[in-house]
């Protein structure tokens, strides 16, 4: 990270001069109100704020706690160990960690080099950030928002090991950069950021801190990474094969974790790409039909009036208005 931002974030807090003067736990009336240690978003986000951040508390253990927002930890340098449902995260420079509302955490005490900023989001910014972005459909890209703002069956948080991915530490370091120095339009820019952050994610779920990838959740993301890069021709015996299982099995498995079947996860793609490319280019409706795997056209446009209530064409003209 930028040595200016890590010599801003690295200043000694109010809160930690009273640690260093022989406070020996943190003082709960600065995160909440409730008997509950339960961190509130009113304490820590000012008053019409949907995201904001600030740097992890040094020097002494946080107890277990809840947040009733979002909470994004960036590690900046050194290293932090966080207790998170009952699992040890060692969470190292360039790493993040994503917590949803559900997870309870508690955290060992940090050193004076070691460096975190947390980012406070609510729920509400993350929708605000993908009907800003216009991106074209990423299912993957959807699970991983569901699962931090409300999702709890596949794990309340997910350590991303990702420090070697420039990509991925530049736009977290903008997002600390334009929080800091209040740029003007922080919020528009912080909800595209946060948009292009998670895509590049969906693209190293690999890279997940196993203790927060439970068996059904690596099997999601295998099988939402497949449908993303090959919704075109995308075959479920070819992904079964790939995956190493028997056809009905992963069908009934799909159907089980996801609640859709493999053929209803496929033609959301298909017609979230198809819109897309209505509202973003000229192509022509039987091309945009081709480019998302569809040879009959009269099949595409009964479906893609199924699933938005009307037809391709009223749909690009709706857009355009």
């Not at 978003?41 to 107890?63: A, C, D, W, Y």
């Not at 993908?130 to 999702?151: A, H, Q, S, W």
């Not at 600390?176 to 003007?184: E, Y």
Request: with cysteine; net charge neutral; aromatic share 10%.
């Amino acid at each position: 990270m930028n040595l200016e931002l890590i010599d801003r974030l690295s200043v000694i807090t109010d809160e930690e001069q009273e640690i260093l003067s022989g406070r020996s736990e943190i003082d709960r009336t600065r995160y909440t109100e409730h008997s509950q240690l339960i961190i509130d978003s009113k304490k820590m986000l000012e008053q019409g704020k949907l995201i904001q951040i600030r740097p992890h508390t040094r020097f002494v253990h946080f107890p277990r706690h809840r947040h009733n927002y979002v909470e994004v930890i960036y590690m900046c340098q050194g290293q932090t160990t966080h207790i998170v449902d009952g699992n040890r995260v060692v969470l190292k420079a360039g790493e993040i960690l994503f917590l949803n509302q559900n997870a309870v955490q508690e955290i060992l005490p940090a050193s004076r080099q070691d460096i975190a900023v947390n980012f406070m989001i609510l729920p509400e910014f993350f929708d605000t950030t993908f009907r800003m972005m216009g991106e074209e459909g990423n299912i993957l890209r959807d699970f991983l928002v569901d699962c931090l703002r409300r999702d709890n069956r596949y794990g309340r948080y997910l350590h991303f090991q990702v420090s070697d991915i420039l990509p991925v530490q530049n736009l977290v370091e903008n997002m600390v950069w334009t929080l800091l120095n209040n740029q003007p339009s922080k919020r528009s820019i912080n909800q595209f950021t946060m948009g292009l952050l998670l895509l590049q994610l969906t693209h190293y779920t690999d890279r997940l801190g196993t203790a927060s990838q439970s068996f059904d959740q690596q099997l999601i993301f295998r099988i939402l990474r497949y449908i993303d890069d090959h919704y075109k021709n995308g075959q479920l015996s070819q992904l079964a094969g790939l995956l190493g299982y028997d056809v009905p099995w992963l069908s009934r498995t799909i159907k089980r974790l996801l609640g859709r079947t493999y053929k209803e996860l496929l033609q959301a793609k298909r017609l979230n790409q198809a819109a897309f490319l209505l509202q973003n280019t000229r192509l022509p409706i039987t091309d945009i039909c081709a480019a998302v795997g569809y040879d009959n056209t009269s099949y595409f446009h009964r479906i893609f009036r199924a699933y938005y209530r009307m037809s391709p064409k009223e749909y690009r003209d709706d857009q355009q208005q």
